[in-house]
């Protein structure tokens, strides 16, 4: 196989799996306001993609980053991302505030 | 439901297309890292320090990892790189690379800058994409006997339950100094790594390089190496990479160590943050 074939096999192989905006799932909502998450545990269900969406209501800058979701993302304040999970297979999938270790830690719960 | 480790087999092709072509560049010994689809959020700085030490290696310049007059055996590659998010999708990094020659003091060995951006969202394709464009100088023949180089890498990630699975295919072209009148080099860094624990996780990762596209060196002088690897975040939010890379080929050096240090911190950002629905910055 030569450089060619190689690129443009990687091309086709990406655009053609560009998910369907339909296809996204449910969006939830994550509210970080008074140095917390609001809700500490968001119950998801399981084997579905889904988003969430983390708004940040308070004065400070945080990362919201979840090791078990390998998902990392800086909020500014008064702002929010949305972020694209897949489907997750049941479990508990932590996320915390990377830039203010004091915040206590919540779980997303899949179902 | 397929269970992760049989996505991550059945993604395994796609990543080894990269080492099965038949061709690979020569290594970069200051960086035994496999990067990842996430850049640097904007504002974000990084502080890094990679350390390879070729505990068995060759006993002649030209040889193993050393690619220029010193032999490679007692080498200590020392680098350091600050990394800039200049937006949530693109980054900014500078590097000083430094050696220390079994039984010589501390030197000057290069420098680097490069790019990396990510497209898209994390899940909007199969297959998480990035990009990588690094621009290296010296004039250290001792360690290096190209003056400048250009490289691009593509960056491909899957995320399949708390497994990842990163590859990054590497092209070469020497544009001052020897092999400047010679073509392309491909090489590849590869990693699997599974999320076991912030403090402490496991992975594998995967380095090689064999010579030109279109002429590749005999697979005895190709440098191929295997480092089982731990990672994880220490307090304060310094994050590491431990490792012992283990060269499969007579070209490679037999053992090496390596550690990487970084750390992160907000320094504040100097671009505006883009509009949603961005796809490039």
Redesign the interface.
């Known amino acids: 196989m030569d450089l060619k074939h190689f690129i443009v096999i990687g091309l086709m192989f990406s655009v053609s799996g560009m998910a369907d905006p339909e296809m996204m799932g449910k969006t939830f909502e994550i509210r970080f306001e008074s140095h917390h998450f609001s809700p500490q545990t968001l119950e998801v269900p399981a084997n579905t993609p889904l988003q969430v969406r983390v708004v940040n209501s308070s004065r400070e800058r945080i990362e919201f980053e979840s090791f078990s979701l390998n998902r990392e993302k800086v909020v500014e304040p008064g702002g929010s991302v949305t972020l694209k999970l897949p489907a997750l297979r049941a479990g508990t999938y932590d996320f915390f505030d990377d830039f203010h270790q004091d915040v206590p830690e919540g779980a997303i719960v899949a179902k | 439901?397929i269970t992760?480790l049989k996505a991550a087999l059945r993604y395994l092709p796609?990543f080894g297309?990269a080492a099965?072509?038949r061709c690979a560049a020569q290594l970069d010994p200051w960086e035994f890292e496999v990067y990842p689809y996430?850049t640097n959020?904007?504002?974000?700085a990084e502080f890094e320090t990679d350390n390879a030490a070729v505990v068995e290696g060759h006993a002649a310049g030209g040889e193993g990892t050393a690619s220029g007059t010193l032999r490679s055996q007692g080498m200590w590659y020392n680098s350091y790189e600050v990394t800039y998010g200049l937006t949530?999708r693109v980054e900014a990094a500078l590097y000083l690379n430094m050696a220390e020659p079994a039984g010589g003091g501390l030197q000057w060995a290069g420098d680097k800058f490069r790019l990396r951006g990510r497209l898209f969202?994390?899940?909007?394709?199969?297959?998480d994409?990035g990009w990588y464009v690094e621009l290296e100088w010296h004039k250290t023949p001792q360690y290096d006997d190209a003056v400048r180089e250009l490289e691009f890498r593509?960056i491909l990630e899957k995320?399949l339950?708390?497994f990842?699975v990163m590859a990054n295919p590497k092209f070469e072209k020497v544009l001052a100094g020897v092999g400047h009148d010679q073509g392309v080099e491909?090489g590849y860094v590869a990693g699997m790594y599974y999320?076991w624990a912030?403090s402490l996780s496991p992975g594998l990762e995967f380095y090689g390089g064999a010579g030109l596209?279109d002429h590749a060196d005999p697979v005895g002088q190709q440098q191929h190496y295997l480092f089982p690897v731990v990672w994880g975040e220490l307090p304060r939010?310094l994050e590491y990479n431990f490792g012992l890379g283990f060269g499969l080929t007579r070209g490679s050096d037999h053992l090496i160590v390596k550690f990487n240090l970084e750390l992160e911190r907000?320094v504040g950002a100097i671009l505006r943050?883009p509009p949603d629905g961005g796809w490039f910055f």
């Open positions: 439901m992760p796609l297309l099965a072509l996430s959020p904007r504002g974000i949530d969202e994390q899940e909007t394709l199969p297959v994409v593509p995320d339950g708390r990842s491909f999320r912030r596209i939010g907000f943050a």
